[in-house]
């Protein structure tokens, strides 16, 4: 039963109110005046745009349990009913406990904000999805609507939106909810069907879509106001600007910040006599198709390549192509599996060419597949005469082709390990002991500490007892209070051997992650001033973080081992009675080298907020900041060395410019430091 207005008389006493659809009242749906045994049960409201729902007036408690009330937010709920708490004179409302969802014994509410909009010559019809379980369908009515009938109809419909071709937005329209697959006169009286909801017009927008990045405006043809006479005025949520923002068919022509986020949304908002509307759609950018196959790749001898580093973007077409007699396992995936054919294999190379096509454009990258045989490589790893479990053993082949491989595997319980498929050329192996045994150096085959002194391997066919020795420290040093400590940052280039550093090599942590801030299982060795001694070594921890503790007085140096990259060894450091007793020190990874920095502790000034362009540099380093007095700038390359050092008598300038025309490519630290302020930022030099 649908009701527009349920007064409860004076009087009526033990009414029992049950099963009933309450549905789209503009006013309040119950006034209850006197409640004698009166109960509301098992009754649906719904979709009812009215601040009361249920009003008490009586000063009489009124059952209402067991409602669905169009939410499961009891605040909600509460702020539907007039009752006590709203005046105390009054009784209270039980609402609670409530229905999770509608009683599917009451009838069928009626589909909710049915609208008919004008698109594309047309007629769009959508509405609200009815919120009842035993809903099996809607039913739409059109053309001649007399005596409260229409002369034709769709059964059956699943949709919330359909078009209908055949009819005008002035049509009379109305859409009803059913329960059961047969619909005929009866079934609203029945409870099978609910009433109509007769279709409202509404103005149209338009469609949710997208242009290209480099298209500067956008036309919209689209929107229709069905309402004469009316106001009207387009409104966007991004930076953009209309040509006429009161026309109904007018431009937009996008700013940087649309641009930026990828989409805006434009609004049309229709004011009429009696009602005001908004329709919206929203305006995507899309960037050029984008599309990145992969490194060259070096793959065995009948062997199939997973293409898993291929990137594409942007793109509504992909497809993969060979030059070879290979197949794909599919050829319009992201990341294939490629499958060489003999030719490939003979030739010793193939290239594949992926490409990525949509309205803005053609992208294509190409990526070659080396084959060449492989052989295995084994050993053991030895402490004095003992084998030793669990060490990481790493063989670096050295640039043959351009490919520098790297590729790690574990010591087991007797000492030995396996490569079981290395490609051919020269090889350096490293042997890391599990960082608990401190009086064991890590070691490079054979017997050495840095990998451009160790000896090469030349591996061209299976080779067999590599023997590496683990080394003792020679001397420990006495205690002291002095520590160094630092992190490995992580390298803003690209670096291939990830997959091997940021692992938990020695199985402390499953849970933990690796890398996390800095790169994770590099080397740290300290030094003695002339680099003649090895007094400690480490490795860096999973956020790339390392330190040495408990050092005497004395004068030190770092150097930070990474297999394949050159080391510029850091500064010494110094500690005495009349210094700092700790000293941070950076490694950092720039153009496959690496570099230490010396950090000074920090001090108590305040930070300047400054800011440095452009970075890259060429000639000329602008450094902005809100200088108001004397200040010092100080300029470092990576070893820490200052290459650069000025001062600032202004007061009050926006900006000063550096000339860094002389200083050799690389990157650079700016220390600016006066008036109890100081910051630290960092450039490329080209």
């Not at 009379?172 to 079934?187: L, M, Y």
């Not at 000329?620 to 990576?638: E, H, N, P, R």
Request: glycine share 6%; hydrophobic share 40%; net charge negative.
């Amino acid at each position: 039963m649908i009701l527009l207005l349920w007064e409860v008389p004076t009087a009526s006493r033990r009414n029992r109110f049950r099963n009933n659809t309450f549905a789209g009242q503009t006013i309040k749906v119950i006034q209850q005046a006197e409640a004698s045994g009166n109960s509301f049960l098992t009754n649906n409201f719904m979709h009812n745009p009215t601040d009361t729902v249920f009003q008490s007036q009586t000063s009489q408690n009124i059952n209402a349990a067991g409602n669905y009330w169009g939410t499961v937010d009891e605040l909600a709920i509460q702020d539907m009913i007039f009752d006590v708490n709203d005046d105390p004179e009054l009784g209270e409302v039980y609402f609670l406990p409530f229905l999770q969802e509608a009683d599917t014994t009451a009838p069928l509410a009626p589909p909710y904000r049915v609208k008919k909009q004008w698109v594309n010559n047309q007629v769009r019809l959508s509405w609200q999805a009815s919120e009842e379980a035993d809903l099996y369908g809607y039913k739409v009515y059109f053309n001649d609507f007399e005596h409260y009938r229409f002369s034709s109809s769709l059964d059956l419909i699943s949709d919330t939106t359909i078009f209908l071709s055949q009819l005008s937005i002035n049509d009379i329209i109305a859409v009803t909810a059913t329960d059961s697959a047969v619909i005929d006169e009866k079934s609203r009286y029945l409870g099978n069907e609910s009433p109509y909801a007769f279709a409202e017009p509404y103005p149209y927008a338009g469609s949710d879509t997208s242009i290209c990045k480099q298209e500067t405006v956008f036309d919209i043809t689209q929107a229709h106001n069905p309402f004469s006479p009316s106001q009207l005025v387009w409104s966007t949520d991004g930076d953009g600007n209309f040509a006429n923002p009161n026309q109904l068919h007018t431009s937009y022509f996008p700013g940087e910040l649309d641009y930026e986020s990828g989409s805006v949304m434009l609004s049309m908002e229709v004011i009429t006599a009696s009602q005001r509307y908004t329709e919206r759609f929203r305006l995507r950018f899309n960037d050029d198709p984008f599309v990145f196959a992969g490194p060259d790749t070096l793959v065995g001898v009948d062997s199939i390549v997973k293409l898993q580093s291929a990137v594409a973007l942007f793109y509504d077409q992909l497809i993969w192509n060979s030059l070879g007699d290979g197949e794909f396992d599919d050829f319009g995936l992201q990341n294939p599996v490629y499958i060489p054919g003999e030719l490939d294999y003979q030739t010793g190379s193939v290239d594949l060419v992926i490409q990525a096509q949509s309205n803005c454009g053609l992208a294509s990258d190409t990526i070659t597949i080396f084959f060449e045989e492989v052989f295995a490589l084994r050993g053991s790893v030895w402490n004095t005469s003992n084998a030793y479990e669990g060490a990481m053993v790493l063989a670096l082949r050295l640039g043959k082709d351009g490919f520098r491989l790297l590729t790690a595997v574990r010591s087991d319980y007797e000492g030995k390990f396996l490569f079981p498929a290395l490609f051919g050329g020269a090889y350096v192996l490293q042997a890391v002991p599990d960082t608990l045994h401190r009086q064991l150096k890590q070691v490079y085959y054979a017997e050495e500490a840095v990998w451009d002194r160790a000896h090469h391997i030349q591996l061209d066919a299976a080779v067999e007892d590599v023997d590496v020795m683990l080394e003792q420290f020679d001397y420990r040093l006495p205690n002291g209070t002095n520590i160094i400590y630092g992190q490995f940052e992580w390298p803003e280039e690209s670096f291939p051997e990830a997959s091997v550093y940021c692992d938990d090599w020695f199985q402390r942590n499953d849970e933990q992650a690796y890398c996390d801030g800095g790169l994770s299982n590099i080397g740290i060795q300290l030094y003695n001033p002339g680099l003649d001694d090895l007094l400690a070594t480490t490795l860096t921890d999973h956020k790339g973080r390392f330190y040495f503790k408990d050092l005497p007085y004395g004068s030190y140096r770092l150097h930070a081992d990474l297999p394949g990259y050159p080391m510029i060894t850091s500064e010494v450091i110094r500690f005495a009675p009349t210094s700092a007793n700790d000293m941070e020190v950076s490694f950092t990874l720039f153009q496959k080298q690496i570099f230490a920095t010396l950090i000074e502790p920090e001090s108590e000034d305040t930070p300047l907020s400054a800011a440095l362009y452009p970075n890259p540099a060429d000639d000329k380093l602008y450094i902005q900041a809100q200088f108001s007095g004397v200040y010092t700038i100080l300029i470092a390359d990576i070893s820490g060395r200052i290459v650069s050092e000025h001062s600032v008598h202004q007061s009050e300038a926006k900006h000063i410019i550096v000339d860094v025309s002389n200083l050799f490519s690389g990157l650079y630290f700016v220390r600016i430091f006066g008036e109890g302020q100081a910051q630290s930022l960092k450039f490329v030099k080209n």
